[in-house]
């Protein structure tokens, strides 16, 4: 590493540790951009990020350089679920449906990343679908239950399942009576 890099670091490091976030996060921009194999200055860098998607950068660009990176593997489902509020609030449902869909392919378990998904997506069904899920994990979610009732009333009654209208609706034909026992039988 150059001296330039070295000093770079040490600044950035003191800023870190003095709670300089905002200095912190530009000086390891500036080292990733110097030296984009830096894989501890990606992971500062993800680290003092205050956007969620340069927090999601900077944790890619680490485990680009080491798939393996426990660090970076344990913070990259809460990184992308965050990047993905950060998509839906700024009104980008493309990139928030795509973000928190991976979000719950990481960790399915993350009830938030199903709510959210559901509220990003046009299509009711799939919408009842991820508020299930979230149910499924959690029977009392408040959330889950509140945006299946909205969606329901707006969906109104759900069909009846096939054959049961004909059922209903259809009266039924006397049914034919079996014919007499022949005569002479059991006799």
């Not at 449906?97 to 990343?113: G, H, I, P, V, Y």
């Not at 899920?133 to 759900?158: E, F, I």
């Amino acid at each position: 590493m150059s001296p330039k890099l070295v000093h770079l670091l040490r600044e950035a490091m003191k800023a870190a540790h003095g709670g300089e976030k905002a200095r912190a996060h530009a000086l390891f921009g500036e080292i990733t951009e110097r030296d984009p194999r830096n894989e501890a200055a990606w992971l500062w860098y993800a680290s003092t990020a205050e956007k969620p998607v340069d927090a999601l950068i900077g944790i890619r660009a680490t485990l680009n350089l080491n798939a393996s990176n426990p660090t970076a593997l344990a913070a990259l489902p809460q990184a992308v679920f965050r990047a993905g509020v950060e998509a839906a609030r700024a009104n980008d449902r493309a990139a928030a449906a795509r973000l928190l869909t991976e979000a719950t392919e990481l960790d399915a378990t993350n009830e938030a990343a199903w709510l959210w998904r559901a509220g990003v997506t046009d299509d009711p069904g799939t919408a009842i679908t991820f508020l299930e899920q979230v149910l499924k994990r959690n029977p009392a979610s408040a959330q889950a239950k509140a945006g299946l009732a909205k969606l329901r009333a707006r969906l109104g009654p759900a069909p009846a399942p096939p054959g049961a209208a004909r059922c209903a609706s259809t009266p039924r034909r006397p049914t034919t009576p079996s014919p007499p026992p022949a005569r002479g039988a059991g006799r």
